[in-house]
């Protein structure tokens, strides 16, 4: 007879967004006349940019003929997608990463649940907390987190590296030596960033215990400081112990489009065993990458027109949140966020629970937010209001939640 992973079994309830989502269809059923506004899940509202369109046209139109048409991609994507990346998010920043360095997918959030494969399932994990679930859930469903206690909303196995008003959110290294360390910067949920000497720390401890560092750097194209670096790779000695994923989602409104990447030098080795090339199998048995017209679209992100054109959804994209943090302010609460990244960061009121301000914004002023608990215990008392609304809903959300 067949048997399940009992490790799915130990992962606590549903899913954080599916709880929110859940909540808030209840809640539209019972109040259908109610105009819900959704600052919740980070996902955008502006379309495709011209240059993307034309893209995804012509990419179609080549499909349809056969001297141009395409079938399967290749494993790593196609080369003209990882040299237009190596050239415009690595070369131009003065780093060393090879197109061949570089694995084409479809979303860096499967990248960043997947590359736990290519660890021993007895690999300590660190993470910052709070932070994206995602890291944490993907060790526990393959056995790598131990057991989890309710009570102080943490697993046994899992090295947690606390993000707070009091250390100014930047996590201190952590005593027990971890053997994979998860990064997420600007962070999600907090927006908070480490500058480019706190980051070499991170970098100089790794190659020291001889730890990974696992860095998702999504939210790069939201960075505004000079001293904020927008990969792992402008830190000397981080060829040897970091991997980087990336997504199009948030710079190039891909989110119902599919693309990302993940980068693994090849100087990334445990002994003389590759980590690049052990990717580069997953990666051949497991197809996990994109259709040629994707990788087309992908490719008119670092043209001329398609950096223009994104810049100002960034931008659209950052006055939102703008407005978000001056409404805030106006109203009296305290929050971090919003410079580099399009997520606010706010301390719930009246010492609230995280999940009793969402009912509380749901049912009074019908704005849907994202509980801080549902991405670590120290999110506690914490709630994430993201930017990436319209203008139009944004402010109206604001002025409903001045108003309470």
Known sequence: MFKI???????????????????????????????????????????????????????????????????????????????????????????DIAADEIFVSDGAKCDCANIQ?????????????P????????????????????????????????????????PELPKETPDLIYLCYPNNPSGSTLTRDQLQVWVDYANKVGAVILFDAAYEAYISEADVPHTIYECEGARTCAIEMRSFSKNAGFTGVRLGFTVIPKDLKCGDVSLHSMWARRHGTKYNGAPYIIQKAGAAVYTPEGKAQLAQQVAYYMNNAKVIKEGLKDAGYTFTGGVNAPYIWLKTPNNMTSWEFFDYLLERANVVGTPGSGFGPSGEGYFRLTAFGTYENTVEAIERIKKL
């Open 131 to 170: 932070v994206y679930p995602v890291y944490v859930d993907s060790n526990a469903m393959a056995g790598r987190t131990g057991t989890y206690n309710f009570d102080t909303e943490k697993w046994s196995n899992v090295i947690y590296m606390p993000c707070t008003v009091e250390n100014d959110f930047v």
């Open 5 to 95: 992973n009992d490790n799915y079994q130990k992962l606590p309830g549903s899913y954080l967004f599916s709880t929110v989502a859940k909540k808030v269809n209840a809640y539209q059923t019972a109040n259908p006349d109610k105009k819900i506004i959704r600052l919740g899940i980070g996902d955008v509202t502006q379309p495709l940019a011209p240059a993307i369109i034309e893209a995804l046209h012509s990419a179609v139109d080549e499909m349809g003929v056969a001297e141009t048409f395409k079938g399967y991609a290749p494993d790593l994507g196609y080369e003209f997608l990882r040299s237009a990346i190596a050239k415009g998010d690595y070369a131009s920043r003065g780093t």
């Open 117 to 129: 494969e290519l660890f021993s399932l007895d690999s300590k994990i660190a993470v910052c907390d």
